[in-house]
């Protein structure tokens, strides 16, 4: 039995160059679980791929609508009975979101839904950690909110939409440099870029693992694919272009490569 009907299992991994367009996070995730599954002795019927993605996304959205009931905290006030009203009713209606399909399917939703959340979350902990003066644990906030949006990345490429929370407090914290809390400026800018590298590494580890295979192991055998001479070399892009047309085409015929 194959995930999403794609030639993906647990022990294979991905089979045809196409299923790159899905989130590698999410299913690496999902293979783990299901051997995970396995060593405890259960049986692989019905299969645990479907199994374990479904415990996956329905945790994930549970423990996403959690997260986004405290994120919530931190933009209305919650010593006020309206605050914590607003924060109960936002994340009640994550739950019956148009999108609660998704999120509860065997896709990569649910997940990604849980991680930028959290990534959120943390940063904006972050932020009210240094304004308390709580220096170490706003940095320590900082370093895992760039970690959570780096998994995030990783499910969907559109979390790297999260380094602009880096990017824009990098540029803000620049100009502190000048003044009489340079060190203060210059710790915290590093975080930041650290936690910023860390989102680029979600974006860019499922494109190394893909270019070490069809690039390298598989060239002896096979002509390079095309993308593999790209100036930047990304399979993701390929996929989008060449088979899914960016979802407003009809999908081309699939074949193995």
Known sequence: MRLLGTGWNM?????????????????????????????????????????????????SHLFSVLVLYRLSGFI?????????????LTASLHVISPAGLFLIAPYAEGL?????????????????????????????????????????TTVRSNGLLGGLLFLY???????ALAGSSA???LRRLTLLI??????AWGAFLPQYIAYIEYCIRKAPAFSPRPWCQSRI??????????YWQAFHRPLRCIVPI
């Open 11 to 59: 022990n294979s991994g991905y089979l045809f160059e196409q299923e790159w367009a899905f989130g590698w996070g999410f299913t690496r995730l999902v293979s783990w679980v299901a051997k995970g599954s396995l060593l405890l002795g259960l049986a692989d019927s019905p299969p645990l791929e479907i199994i374990s993605a479904l415990a996956v996304t329905s945790v």
């Open 76 to 88: 209305f006030p919650q010593w006020q009975y309206a605050g914590r009203r607003m924060s109960f």
């Open 112 to 152: 990604f839904s849980f991680l930028s959340f959290s990534a959120f979350c943390l940063y904006a902990e972050a932020r009210m950690a240094y304004q308390l003066g709580r220096i170490s644990k706003g940095d320590l906030m900082t370093l895992a909110s760039g970690a959570m949006f780096g998994l995030a």
């Open 169 to 175: 407090d990098a540029m803000v914290t620049l100009r």
């Open 183 to 185: 060190f203060l400026a």
């Open 194 to 199: 650290l936690g910023g590298s860390c989102i």
């Open 233 to 242: 070399p990304s399979i993701y892009t390929w996929v989008q272009d060449n």
